[in-house]
């Protein structure tokens, strides 16, 4: 059985890969089960290609440029098996993330996704926290987008996100938004099914001058207003008409 890493990468994040290839070959999963790494590059340039890492277990694909979620999405082309992990190409997975987000859902069938806790990575090596999150534990359809629309950011991070791929599928991968793609992609798996939160953290999410939730045009007034609101839109239609995914 087979786990899929989908990573979106340009050509600024893609010396970061060969440090989130590490984490995932550091990962150990139970037997009969195995992870294959999808790397989509947003674009076509001669920048990326050396990064990747020469591995039967990694697929490398590019294609015109459109935005990471764009990216992610034409990637699940390449995704095979039940399960779904995204890792940002300039972010690393802690030891036993992979494992614990598989023994989740394998033991309850009822949760579409698991989420866990995350560690910003700073230039000089240490690690923060962040000062909110749940409890470990499920978190009921709409919880998440409750947080959200009480304090504007979600309550978990949308880079920690381990998804059954028929899920993901079925609505339609991430959002075809400029950025806060993957948070409108959680609010929807949100409105429809359970998730899970494990506390441990599962994720070490890199600060560094290149990225692109640290450039002006990500908190522009104007195209932050419609993000949020499409984003609440969807995922109160979803909540509305009750789908079951």
Do not use: N
Not at 54 to 69: I, S, Y
Not at 160 to 178: D, K, N, S, Y
Not at 197 to 216: C, D, I, N, S
């Amino acid at each position: 059985m087979r786990i899929t890493i989908i990573t979106a990468v340009h050509a600024p994040s893609a010396r970061f890969l060969p440090e989130a290839y590490a984490s995932l070959c550091a990962q150990e999963l139970p037997g009969g089960w195995e992870w294959h790494w999808v790397i989509q590059e947003d674009g076509r340039t001669d920048e990326v290609r050396p990064y990747v890492p020469d591995d039967r277990r990694v697929t490398f694909r590019q294609g015109r440029p459109g935005g990471p979620g764009v990216a992610r999405t034409i990637a699940l082309a390449h995704a095979i098996g039940p399960y779904v992990k995204v890792l940002d190409a300039d972010d690393l997975l802690t030891p036993g993330a992979l494992a614990r987000d598989l023994a989740a859902l394998e033991a309850d069938p009822a949760l579409g996704w698991a989420t866990s806790r995350a560690l910003d990575r700073l230039p000089d090596g240490s690690t923060v926290g962040f000062p909110d999150g749940p409890d470990e534990g499920p978190l009921a359809p709409g919880a998440l987008l409750a947080h959200w629309k009480a304090h504007a950011f979600p309550q978990v991070v949308p880079g920690t996100l381990f998804v059954r791929r028929e899920l993901l599928l079925a609505l339609g991968g991430w959002m075809a938004l400029p950025a806060s793609e993957d948070t409108g992609l959680l609010l929807a798996l949100d409105a429809v099914s359970r998730g899970w939160f494990t506390a441990e953290p599962g994720l070490l999410y890199r600060k560094w001058e290149g990225q692109v939730t640290g450039q002006a045009a990500h908190v522009d007034t104007v195209e932050r207003a419609a993000r949020i609101a499409v984003t609440e839109a969807r995922a109160l239609a979803l909540a509305e008409f009750k789908w079951d995914c």
